[in-house]
């Protein structure tokens, strides 16, 4: 991951707009949110389940991890936001969500075995 592309992530993100970097779209819903999206890698979502979903949700934390601890500008800018972590499902024309984590409470957007 090339910190320059981080940092340009951080400009777009300061004007109100998202941006893809590596696997992850960041984005910000106000001055406070920061949105976190990442997408399974199941090609089927037949074969998501909930453990399945939470073990890629947490792969999206750990990346975002990685990119604030090699980007002092990002760690600025989000110090003090709330940050909202989605996983979603690409369908080939667009994505659903299938779980959000704001503040470690799980919300499921779709619905998927256990």
């Known amino acids: 991951m090339e910190k320059s592309r981080v940092d340009i992530a951080v400009d777009f993100l300061q004007e109100g707009k998202s941006f893809k970097v590596g696997?992850?779209?960041?984005?910000?819903?106000?001055?406070?949110?920061?949105?976190v999206t990442g997408w399974s890698h199941y090609?089927?979502?037949?074969?998501?389940n909930k453990s399945i979903a939470l073990r890629e949700l947490c792969e999206i934390k750990e990346l975002f991890g990685v990119m604030v601890a090699s980007s002092e500008s990002l760690m600025s800018f989000i110090k003090n936001k709330n940050i909202e972590y989605t996983l979603a499902f690409d369908y080939g024309m667009g994505a659903i969500g299938i779980c959000t984590d704001r503040e470690s409470v799980i919300e499921w957007h779709e619905q998927i075995d256990g």
Do not use: A, F, V
């Open 23 to 35: 696997d992850l779209r960041l984005g910000i819903t106000d001055n406070q949110h920061i949105y």
């Open 43 to 48: 090609s089927n979502i037949s074969n998501l």
